[in-house]
């Protein structure tokens, strides 16, 4: 095989090796994330329900100093029934102490209603806040082996960034940079191997003449598709 394409495909190989450590780094730091993120949402379901809870203390402080008001209403047409002389009057503050009692009564089963409710979400408040607090220890454990892991994987990197940069010194600083720039918009591929004329790296047929010339093995050309550097190896070889 050309020389070249033996280097370029050497380099694109430890290219990989490096590309699958950062992947692995990233995949470390979004799981944390996540789980930083259910943390996060966990607290604001605690924050939510203190919300609710004094949304319905207010309520419920509202009705009882209506339905207080009301009583004293409810009083006062009492006392002021001794002093009406017609049936009339008489049974329009009937109606009316009857209207006010009803409405206290309605206003004391609210209270209830809301004294039950903000019960309930109580109970569920300091669920979360124990479950907050397991989670929020769990997540500084996992945060401090995230970065114990991080940093020896970040340690190999270096290791793989030296063989790079030892390698890349094999090339021709034009080559080196047109394999670079491929690798950053052809989805980290830029040398690629020709398979019964079809190029590995967009799939496209290549033209057969240009095919015939790669089967030679000692040149390279550019894909007319895709613009990778194209060799030829047969698969055999391309497997070990
Ligand atoms: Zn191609």
């Known amino acids: 095989m050309n020389e070249e394409i033996v280097q370029l495909t050497l380099l694109q190989t430890i290219d990989h090796e490096i590309d699958q450590i950062d992947s692995k780094i990233q995949e470390e730091q979004d799981a944390l994330e996540s789980k930083s993120g259910e943390v996060a949402e966990r607290e604001a379901t605690v924050s939510a329900l203190e919300q609710k809870i004094d949304m319905l203390e207010k309520e419920r402080r509202t009705l009882e100093a209506e339905s207080s008001d009301e009583m004293l209403h409810v009083k006062d047409r009492q006392s002021k029934m001794m002093q009406v002389q017609t049936g009339r009057e008489q049974a329009a503050l009937l109606k009316e102490i009857e209207d ?24 569920d408040i300091e669920e979360n806040r124990n479950l907050f607090k397991g989670e929020s220890e769990l997540l500084l454990e996992e945060t401090e082996t995230v970065k114990k892991s991080v940093a020896k994987i970040t340690k190999g990197r270096k290791t793989k960034e030296k063989k790079r940069a030892a390698q890349a010194k094999k090339l021709k600083p034009q080559i080196l940079k047109k394999y670079d720039t491929l690798r950053k918009h052809r989805n980290g591929l830029a040398v690629v191997n020709v398979l019964d004329g079809v190029c590995q790296g967009c799939f496209m047929a290549i033209p057969p003449q240009q ?13 007319p598709t895709c613009q990778r550097i194209m060799y030829h190896e047969p698969l055999e070889e391309a497997d070990e």
Do not use: P, W
């Not at 010339?213 to 894909?223: A, E, N, S, V, Y």
């Open 211 to 223: 095919y015939n010339l790669l089967l030679r093995g000692d040149k390279h050309f550019d894909c």
């Open 100 to 123: 006010g009692k009803k409405s206290v009564k309605e206003k004391e089963e609210k209270v209830v209603a809301i004294m039950e409710e903000v019960e309930q979400l109580t109970a």
